[in-house]
């Protein structure tokens, strides 16, 4: 079977007779409120306070019931926190704000300042200090800010005391990061998994408040003696609803991971090398696949700008077809829920024979974004697989060259003006071959068909003639030296990295 150059998922729900009723990949994203509805349940919480007390932000006691975290009807005034525990330095707070207020930006709002704290430990209850708590607050006054955004992951709790006491949605980086994924996701896999990102992020941190927390009467009805109780709150309807809706997208994707799992079975069965561009987010991946390609992927100077795995089949120099996979973009800190939701989605770079990581060579700390990629490639267990670095945007900075002499094997190249592409394709096509077995054989002259099968095997290293017989030494797979066992004699080590 040979597999498709796409990486296209057909949405047909999987029929194994037990599951007649299981919910099809195409209806992933039918609302909650149609699923209420028909379970007459109320809709969701309504907590946004009137107009003129309202700072707009879109989560929390102080937001409404928007479907992001961050308002998009307007551009919401930003501030942001960051915190410098040890052994980090200010220096590399900075850093991560301004990263942050990138992401801000890419979601949509305005950053109007930042906070910045050194402590030796969190402070339970508000992630930072009662005088620095003070002390944003009164910032948060003087610029009139919707919503105060944290570099680090806030507990539920201190999310609650922190809004309870600026007044305003108090949300994290985790949240930005989620809030840019729901705006860009594009299939419904993507759209999917994002949302099932966010449902598990927003679970322990609803609440309610005020009168609302009772709106369904309870007890026995009838009977002068009958006892009422405040029967079943408002938020634990909405838990239940989230809960449902949480298990109704696992549901989904795990019918769409065993779509992709079909795939793969065909793409190894093909035995046509797989190659996944890695890397951090707008490295320019999508730009190399497509001059690599011609896949036509969406190309933007953003971050996060696309989220699906596309697959498309390169060939190489040497004669040989392999499939190249562009993959979502990484960043430091990128939110456990969202590694977790898109792991259908990232295993193709654990699968993968060799991973490209595509290195912005412009970026103010390349080897930080390195180390937040292999960060991100060791919790999906792709630590292991062999790794080409690859240093993007060389027509932009000299820094590109300077890289490669520091990373022996590495290559510099150019996605947009096509600079090193050859030498790319080269070094993709040498690590692939280094990865097989250089086995020798024994052809009997009359055999021209074995020496052809040899040929389409694998990588013929040297062929000469002998006295009994054509000696060939080939780079074969375990599968091409199962096939030509017979012909297989004493020769070299085997040479596989």
């Known amino acids: ?11 047909e729900p999987i029929d194994d007779g037990d599951h007649a009723d299981r919910i099809h990949p195409a209806d992933l994203l039918a609302s909650l409120d149609e699923d209420d509805a028909a379970d007459g349940e109320d809709g969701p919480l309504d907590l946004r306070p009137p107009a003129d007390e309202s700072h707009r932000g879109a989560f929390g006691d102080y937001g409404g019931s928007s479907s992001g975290f961050i308002e998009r009807t307007f551009r919401e ?76 992951e806030l507990s539920p ?64 009805g009838g009977g002068l003696g009958a006892r009422r109780g ?25 019918d769409i991971t065993r779509h992709r799992q079909t795939q793969r079975k065909a793409r190894q069965r093909s035995r046509t090398a797989h190659v996944a561009l890695v890397g951090y987010t707008n490295a320019g991946k999508s730009t190399l696949l497509n001059r690599l390609t011609d896949a036509d992927v969406l190309v933007e100077d953003r971050l ?19 499939f190249a996979t562009d993959t979502v973009g ?17 295993d193709v770079a654990a699968e993968a024979d060799l991973l490209v990581h595509v290195v912005d060579a412009s970026a103010p700390d390349p080897a930080l974004q390195m180390a937040s990629v292999r960060e991100v490639l060791d919790e999906i267990d792709a630590g292991e697989v062999p790794e080409l670095l ?81 000696h060939v030494t080939a780079r074969l797979d375990d599968v091409g030296r199962a096939r030509l066992a017979e012909f297989v004699v004493e020769g070299p080590a085997p040479t596989r990295h």
């Open 230 to 254: 405040p029967g079943e709150t408002q938020l634990e309807v909405d838990r239940r609803r989230v809960l449902r809706r949480v298990h109704t997208l696992e549901d989904a994707l795990r």
């Open 1 to 11: 079977m040979t597999p498709d150059d796409g990486d296209d998922i057909d949405l």
């Open 390 to 470: 690859c240093f993007n945007k060389r027509d932009l900075t000299e820094e590109a060259k300077r890289l490669v002499d520091r990373h022996s094997g590495s290559v510099a190249v150019s996605g947009v003006t096509g600079e090193g592409i050859d030498e790319l394709l080269e070094a993709i096509g040498d690590r692939l071959r280094a990865m097989t077995d250089t086995v020798a054989l024994l052809v009997p002259f009359a055999r021209g068909d074995v020496l052809a099968e040899i040929h389409r095997e694998g990588a013929v290293v040297s062929e000469e003639a002998g006295d009994d017989g054509m």
């Open 157 to 220: 709790s201190q999310q609650n005391n922190l809004e309870k006491q600026l007044g305003r949605t108090a949300i994290d980086r985790t949240a930005v990061i989620l809030d840019i994924f729901a705006q860009n996701a594009t299939s419904q896999e993507g759209k999917a998994q994002v949302e099932l990102a966010m449902h598990r992020y927003r679970l322990p941190r609803l609440r309610g408040k005020g009168g609302s927390l009772s709106q369904q009467a309870g007890g026995a």
């Open 77 to 152: 005034k930003i501030l942001l926190v960051g915190v410098t525990l040890p052994p980090a330095l200010d220096d590399d707070t900075e850093a991560s704000l301004d990263e942050l207020e990138l992401l801000v930006d890419t979601a949509g709002a305005d950053v109007m300042g930042r906070v910045v704290q050194r402590r030796n430990r969190p402070e339970p209850a508000t992630y930072i200090g009662k005088g620095k708590v003070a002390e944003l607050k009164e910032l948060a006054v003087a610029v009139d800010c919707d919503t105060v955004v944290f570099d680090d």
């Open 330 to 346: 990484f960043v430091r800190k990128l939110p456990h829920h969202l590694v977790q939701a898109f792991r259908s989605t990232l």
């Open 304 to 322: 996060f700008a696309t989220l699906d795995a596309t697959t498309r089949r390169l060939e190489l120099p040497g004669g040989e077809a392999v």
